[in-house]
């Protein structure tokens, strides 16, 4: 476990610093990096592949439905904290602009489709899915849960906008709580690639 968690943390964290690398822009390499995360955890750990394997079983439509809700409400807490740091820290809108030039130049199908098949989902299953779940199993829920969301912030400290690390912060304490709540990683990837979708595509901020 600790081998991959390191794993993620060069990975990432060197995603984030460089933004692409050789013939790889930003959203193949977070593509790359999440299918060989998950493929490492499933191949690491059964209790991993099985879990996945029994959330998909059972009250589909349910956690599809509570999935979408729960990006709803996070896309408001967004949507009100875009207000609020725009009037109160003028220079968070250069912050949030250079989030939204990972995509500039890049056709918005790719990244839609990157989004919903690889990237949403795929944050989920590796960071609710595997970490949280393998941290909660040796030192308990709340400390797991609290851990995996500075982990999965800090690896966005390397591209030096405290924007993007603050929103990482929230989204990782909001779904690491969606996860504890309702114990499903379905629910967690549909919440987060709603959510993708909706900031980056339908309704960004800038």
């Known amino acids: 476990m600790i081998a991959i968690i390191l794993g993620a943390v060069v990975l990432f964290g ?9 013939p790889l822009d930003f959203w193949w390499w977070m593509s790359l990096n999440l299918v060989i995360l998950i493929a490492w955890s499933a191949i690491k750990s059964h209790r991993y592949r099985n879990f996945v394997l029994e959330d998909l079983r059972h009250r589909i439509p349910k956690k ?3 999935g979408l809700v729960s ?18 820290l003028p220079l968070s809108a250069n912050s949030i602009v250079e989030v939204y030039n990972l995509k500039a130049g890049i056709s918005p199908w790719r990244v839609w489709l990157l989004m919903t ?5 795929g944050e989920e299953y590796f960071w609710r899915g595997y970490v949280q779940r393998a941290l909660a199993a040796r030192i308990g829920r709340l400390p797991s849960w609290i851990l995996t969301a500075a982990i999965y912030a800090g690896i966005h400290a390397g591209s030096g906008n ?3 690390l603050l929103a990482a912060l929230v989204c990782g304490v909001f779904w690491g709580w969606l996860y504890i ?7 967690n990837a549909v919440s987060h690639t ?13």
Do not use: E, H, Q
Not at 17 to 22: A, D, H, L, Q, Y
Not at 117 to 121: F, K, R, T
């Open 162 to 164: 405290p924007m993007l």
């Open 181 to 187: 709540r309702f114990d499903s990683i379905l629910l």
């Open 117 to 121: 098949l690889v990237i949403g989902p």
């Open 71 to 88: 990006a709803v409400v996070l896309y408001f807490i967004f949507y009100v904290g875009n207000i609020l740091s725009r009037k109160f």
């Open 64 to 66: 599809i439905a509570i």
């Open 194 to 206: 709603a959510w993708d979708v909706a900031v980056f595509l339908i309704f960004p901020f800038s």
């Open 14 to 22: 060197t995603l984030f610093m460089r933004k692409s690398i050789g």
